[in-house]
């Protein structure tokens, strides 16, 4: 296995080239467009527009493609496991066959992209499947299949696949592709430059006022004047349109390995059984293809991480024998509670502002399509989707209220837990590598022992709305369960929406006492 407990490696990250380092923003700057996040959807939409003609800055808080996109599995799929019955009994079938073309158009337009641009980015055409173990669920999946069918994708209805196991039944779509996504997302960043496009990594914005123009502010004190601004950070940074309400995160663990190419599976596999199980492969070494398996499903930090993977070890050596696992990481995405991703205006009052967001594990095409959408929306294009992703659609509210409660529900069972007098240890108690919530001093605080034995201590609360976080101990980092913030031991911001780290707290000397009366954190 490639690193250890604590290194989560993605293959795409270490295997794309290093890509260009672009400044931090550090001047005020005017331009006809923001976009805020370099993922595949910011510089999707950054692309588009450049080559309508408009200026645009990127700013992206790390570097380009390394954040959600770059822990991806990389599909490049219309069929998103079992979405179109449900879009056909909840949305209609028009809003199905709208879905099914704006997701095939945006796989369509990145083959063209790769094709125009000569993109070496291990490109595949390939099928894709979703499979049931379950002989009870068939008929749903029939239904799946004859939805699909319906709303222009080439489906079928099969009993057999590529698969080392037999399924009950299957749901396959033709014409489906995957893809290298940083090798591809750097190549595209390197076109949108050509076309007069500027690019600051290391650059986090903390502030927006909307107006005409709007204004960014960035943690650094530079400011972006523009007339348009896009929020593709994958959740929405700023709390104003609520979207928070509608979304829930979600991770999912990946474990890669090599394996004979003569006996692995041809085409992307999926099931929402067993917690999620993601199969496809991609090319490697001569005489091998990679093997790269997803599954686990769990809300941040309320998982046992570490035990998590085990399982889906355990999964695949039972299912594909015994193999060199070369890299593990997790992937994380929000899902909407009518499983549409919201693609459009920012909120009810939004005029020049933007957001991309909610697109449930299917980011690539997803996020290809949100960067077509919101072009169009900005040049005044139109687009024949976009009332089906429109974050202000209120025609699916009352089909919507059982998500939305049980998600407001989930969330408020934190926020009410975490004011309750939790167990509370001692920093001492913490071997390496370790982390917990205890009290010093009063206050809740997150404490992390380092492999050196050092200890790291920072508020316990998330800085976007307050909930307490959990340690993730396979990936060294803390994890807010209300919203999918991510911090790392230091209280450094690993993943949005926070924009601010957990504040630094003193570390108690030995023996010092951690049971003192709440008081905050």
Known sequence: MTGNAGDQTSYWIETAPPGALHPPLATDITVDVAVIGAGIAGLSTAR?????????????????????????????????????????????????????????????????????????????????????????????LKAEADAARAAGLPAEYVTGTDLPFPVAGAVRVAGQAQFHPRKYLLALTEDLLGHGAQMYEHTRVVGLKEGEPCRLTTEAGPTVTATDVVVATHYPIFDRALLFTRLSPHRELVLTAPMPAGTAPQGMYITPEQNTRSVRTAPYTDGQRLLIVTGESFTPGTADTEERFGRLTAWVTEHFGPLDFTHRWATQDNSTTDSVPLVGPFHAGSRHTYVATGFGGWGMSGGIMAGRLLSDLITGQGSPWSELYDPRRVRTAVREAPAFLKNQAKVARHFVGDRLPPTSGSVDDLAPGEGALVRIDGHRCAAYRDDAGEVHAVSARCTHLGCLVAFNRAERAWECPCHGSRFDPDGQILQGPATRPLEKRAVPGPDTATDAPADGS
């Open 48 to 140: 588009e527009l450049a080559r309508a003609g408009r200026s645009v800055a990127v700013l992206e808080a790390d570097r380009i493609a390394t954040g959600v996109t770059g822990h991806t599995t990389a599909k490049l799929s219309a069929q998103h496991s079992l979405v179109y019955e449900q879009l056909r009994r909840t949305r209609g079938v028009e809003a199905a066959k709208l879905y099914g073309r704006s997701q095939s158009e945006a796989i369509r337009h990145a083959a063209a992209i790769v094709a125009d641009l000569g993109i070496d980015c291990d490109w595949e055409d390939t099928d894709s499947f979703a499979y049931t173990l379950e002989s009870g669920r068939t008929e749903e």
